[in-house]
T-cell receptor, first 112, second 117 residues
Framework: LAKTTQPISMDSYEGQEVNITCSHN???????ITWYQQFPSQGPRFIIQ???TKVTNEVASLFIPADRKSSTLSLPRVSLSDTAVYYC?????????????FGSGTRLQVQP | GAVVSQHPSWVICKSGTSVKIECRSL??????MFWYRQFPKQSLMLMAT?????????EQGVEKDKFLINHASLTLSTLTVTSAHPEDSSFYIC?????????????FGSGTQLSVL
């Protein structure tokens, strides 16, 4: 299975940019990288997905270097409501269960 | 956007009883749905893959007779925790894949907190 490694936790302050990096050395050619956000007692929520280079949407950016062995989720100007656990998933959902496998995630704590 | 609806949000039951959790795809058809379990402060663990019209595929270590999965239609999958015991208390979450053509994404239900007394 494609194993992902993320920092267990991160702390930030409101208004700062937060970058969370995920390592995935075993990424395969057809694998995509997807990030999810989870609040307590809720199901994970899709944030962003990418294959290579940079992807940006209204809430985040995803940076993927050329070798694709890691990815960085960037949250601009975080607020208290961004306190959550963030997971990166790597895989090809069409073919394998590894795209469904969650790692330990990163617990982000945003303080005033 | 795609919505996965899960019901109930929480349930409390006595030990030995069975509990059914429903997962519905509201605006799309899902031939495949997935069931996860999550203990406090831990990550999600995939339990099984629910396949419409056929048997579910269970992950290693998940008891088939304990966690009955039925996927009778393209929009509904159910998970029944049979003869529940306190150790089955957990947060159960369903999900479905939405999209195609290299644009597949997992969408999740809101989860069901099961407490077995």
């Amino acid at each position: 299975l494609a194993k992902t490694t993320q920092p267990i936790s991160m702390d930030s302050y409101e208004g700062q940019e937060v970058n969370i990096t995920c390592s995935h050395n075993n990424i395969a050619t057809n694998d995509y990288i997807t990030w999810y956000q989870q609040f307590p007692s809720q199901g994970p929520r899709f944030i962003i997905q990418g294959y290579k280079t940079k992807v940006t949407n209204e809430v985040a950016s995803l940076f993927i270097p050329a070798d694709r062995k890691s990815s960085t989720l960037s949250l601009p100007r975080v607020s208290l409501s961004d306190t959550a656990v963030y997971y990166c998933l790597v895989g090809d959902m069409r073919t394998g269960r590894r795209a469904l496998t969650f790692g330990s995630g990163t617990r982000l704590q945003v303080q005033p | 956007g795609a919505v996965v609806s899960q019901h109930p949000s929480w349930v409390i039951c006595k030990s030995g009883t069975s509990v059914k959790i429903e997962c519905r795809s509201l605006d799309f058809q899902a031939t495949t749905m997935f069931w996860y379990r999550q203990f406090p402060k831990q990550s999600l663990m995939l339990m099984a893959t629910s396949n419409e019209g056929s048997k579910a595929t269970y992950e290693q270590g998940v008891e088939k007779d304990k966690f009955l999965i039925n996927h009778a239609s393209l929009t509904l999958s159910t998970l029944t925790v049979t003869s529940a015991h306190p150790e089955d208390s957990s947060f159960y979450i369903c999900s479905a894949i939405v999209g195609g053509d290299n644009n597949e994404k997992l969408f999740f239900g809101s989860g069901t907190q099961l407490s077995v007394l």
